[in-house]
């Protein structure tokens, strides 16, 4: 384990140890979620995929009325992301912020008003396993794909809903072709600063036609 400090706040959160790191493509859709919404209403969102929880604590710290609920099929990162939450609630307040070990494909809950996700970027048998499995599950689409999040997106009962989620330019076209079959579509298509060149990240805003 490892503390790291959140910029310009007197917070410090655990990360596993070369594991499950905090990426630019992370602190991008964390900071243009909270450039999206300049006002502290009463927003419910889900943060998929969450880890140890720092998008779900990022967005809390700007907005404290929001009710952030974060799952995660990986139950040690969930436990963390709890413990986490132990260490936010000193300097902030932790209220309408929930942690839960959960599976996107058995998740019930369709009230939210924004789902922001980091999946996995790669289909599997399409690029090389890591060798740890929680670096595994959250590559590649062992657990969870594309179409389960977009499928997931197209069941929540409000019609201004809007997700954000990142994938590398060459899930683009499947993302597109998912979308309008599902008679959404992408309103934003955001590239994500420091990208390789060779293999480039957009930050995707989906919402419903």
Known sequence: MKSVSVPDTDFCFMQIEGS???T???AFLSDS???S???NNSLKALDLGTGTGIIAFMLKMHFPNWQIDGIDIQETLINLANHNMHLFDKSFDSKRLFF?????????VYDYDLVIANPPYYKINTARLPADNGKA????????????????????????????????D???KELSSLVKHYKMQITKQLLVPDSK???QTFLYEITKC
């Open 137 to 168: 599950i959250a590559r590649h689409e062992l657990t969870l794909n594309m179409e389960d999040i977009i499928s997931f997106f197209n069941k929540l009962t409000k019609q201004s809903a809007k997700l954000f989620i990142l994938y590398p």
């Open 37 to 39: 919404y300049t006002e």
């Open 20 to 22: 499950h790191q905090v």
């Open 197 to 199: 060149p060779k293999n």
């Open 170 to 172: 060459f899930r683009h």
């Open 24 to 26: 630019s493509d992370t």
């Open 33 to 35: 979620v909270i450039k």
């Open 100 to 108: 839960a070990h959960q599976d996107l494909k058995t998740f019930t």
